[in-house]
């Protein structure tokens, strides 16, 4: 026994009802079965009250600057950047929930040339933002922890970068690749750097390296040329000598 939703007035939303689509493959095919409302497309299924805070939702008008993400509300994940500005400034909250993570690939080749990110993020994911050759410069908030994988690798016109001072872990292959980046300083949260994380970044002419560094991958520094400002005896120190990628007199100790 089925009963089609937009034909019951079940929440006296009847014109509301008609413009529900599920939330997993945004099929308006959904109907009344044993209790539940359940999607004919992917059988996802909605309990009433499910149903009603979906709605209410859909029908809440957004703020312009959220409407142009898709968000993941259960985990706070930024999606998809949707919009067409180049300059943005994400909100630190879409939905009313805050903006914890900017996803896998959310901005993957996009034409953005400036973004402003949010002090409620603490991971910036794998692949978010590279490709995006028109970005010229990102500041990363104190709340960062975690750069994922190529987070901004290939920005080739990336010239200017702070790194927030609460990062923990810079990805493999996190900046490989800007190779317009001229100067930059990790600060002493700063624990591990991945393989190839600075990689072929040519342009690099001064680089500075807190002291809390622990952890060093294969070829981080690839292809760097810059003069290091780094701790004698320090992690990074007997990396780039050891493996002669600096001779020990050209080091500077601060």
């Not at 994922?148 to 290939?154: D, I, N, Q, R, T």
């Amino acid at each position: 026994f089925y009963i089609i939703i937009q034909k019951q007035d079940v929440l006296r939303r009847g014109e509301a009802m008609k413009a529900f689509k599920c939330e997993i493959c945004e099929s308006s095919d959904i109907i009344k079965q044993d209790g539940m409302f359940c999607c004919q497309n992917c059988g996802m299924k909605y309990s009433l009250d499910e149903i009603k805070s979906l709605i209410s939702s859909e029908n809440t008008e957004k703020d312009p600057k959220e409407s142009d993400f898709k968000f993941d509300v259960k985990t706070g994940t930024i999606l998809k950047y949707i919009g067409s500005d180049k300059n943005i400034e994400i909100p630190s909250t879409i939905d009313n929930v805050y903006v914890n993570s900017i996803g896998n690939y959310a901005f993957y080749s996009s034409n953005i040339s400036s973004i402003k990110i949010p002090e409620s993020v603490t991971t910036i994911g794998k692949y978010s933002f590279s490709y995006c050759t028109n970005l010229t410069g990102i500041e990363l908030p104190d709340s960062v922890k975690n750069i994922g994988y190529c987070a901004f690798g290939y920005c080739s016109n990336l010239n200017y970068l702070v790194i927030g001072n609460h990062v923990e872990n810079i990805g493999d292959y996190a900046f490989s690749n800007c190779i317009r980046l001229s100067e930059l300083t990790l600060p002493d949260s700063v624990i591990n750097i991945g393989d190839w994380a600075f990689g072929y970044c040519r342009g690099l002419k001064r680089i500075t390296v807190g002291y809390g560094l622990t952890g060093i991958g294969n070829n981080a520094f690839f292809n760097c040329k810059g003069r290091f400002y780094i701790y004698k005896d320090s992690v990074v120190y007997n990396y780039l000598t050891g493996n002669k990628i600096i001779p020990e007199q050209e080091t500077t100790n601060e």
